[in-house]
T-cell receptor
Framework: NAGVTQTPKFQVLKTGQSMTLQCAQD?????MYWYRQDPGMGLRLIYY???????DKGEVPNGYNVSRLNKREFSLRLESAAPSQTSVYFC????????????FGEGSRLTVL | AQSVTQLGSHVSVSEGALVLLRCNYS??????LFWYVQYPNQGLQLLLK??????LVKGINGFEAEFKKSETSFHLTKPSAHMSDAAEYFC????????????FGKGTLLTVNP
């Protein structure tokens, strides 16, 4: 059972480069999320997709874009990476009939030099 | 809007001692409350949750938490700590009609000493 799969697990970028973090879930969940985790800051919501075809901004959306490609996949794009985007990024999903239980991937550690 | 405050960024206990991790929340509507655990280099996983009904909720690995509306608290406890409980713990809140958004606290790192 794969659950939520994120790629890549590690990435180093130079300032100004672009990249896309990929996320896929195989649990037939409706809602998907991208969070970033920084030391002492907890997890902060970047974007979420309540259902296929919809996306909404979270708490810290600046510098990011997302695409809900289909029900399974939700990607996060950094168009012009900045050192402030150095973080660990987590994708999560939750089924319909919202209960608040999120299922997380293992994270993608991004360093921007 | 919802918010969560976790009291103490680092808690250290001895093996076999009581674990108490504190969480206070703010919500303008009835909240859903959660505790998640994160082991090193892993994603978060749900420990327990309160949505409606019984205010004392039990979770995995012997943890429990009590929703106290009058104190706006949802503290996490375990009677006897194990070495395997060492991890970071996150309290989280959402409103039942929140468009599925969960707000996390900043986390409490639990250290268990032999």
């Amino acid at each position: 059972n794969a659950g939520v799969t994120q790629t890549p697990k590690f990435q180093v970028l130079k300032t100004g480069q672009s990249m896309t973090l990929q996320c896929a879930q195989d649990m037939n969940h409706n809602s998907m999320y991208w969070y970033r985790q920084d030391p002492g800051m907890g997890l902060r919501l970047i974007y979420y997709s309540a259902s296929e075809g919809t996306t909404d901004k979270g708490e810290v959306p600046n510098g990011y874009n997302v695409s809900r490609l289909n029900k399974r996949e939700f990607s996060l794009r950094l168009e012009s990476a900045a050192p402030s985007q150095t973080s660990v990024y987590f994708c999560a999903s939750t089924p319909s009939g919202y209960t608040g239980e999120l299922f997380f991937g293992e994270g993608s550690r991004l360093t921007v030099l | 809007a919802q918010s969560v405050t976790q009291l103490g960024s680092h808690v250290s206990v001895s093996e076999g001692a009581l674990v108490l991790l504190r969480c206070n929340y703010s919500s303008s509507v009835p909240p859903y409350l959660f505790w998640y655990v994160q082991y090193p280099n892993q994603g978060l996983q749900l420990l327990l949750k309160y949505t409606t009904g019984a205010t004392l909720v039990k979770g995995i690995n012997g943890f429990e938490a009590e929703f106290k509306k009058s104190e706006t608290s949802f503290h996490l406890t375990k009677p006897s700590a194990h070495m395997s409980d060492a991890a970071e713990y996150f309290c989280a809140v959402s409103a039942s009609g929140s468009n599925y958004k969960l707000t996390f606290g900043k986390g409490t790192l639990l250290t268990v000493n032999p």
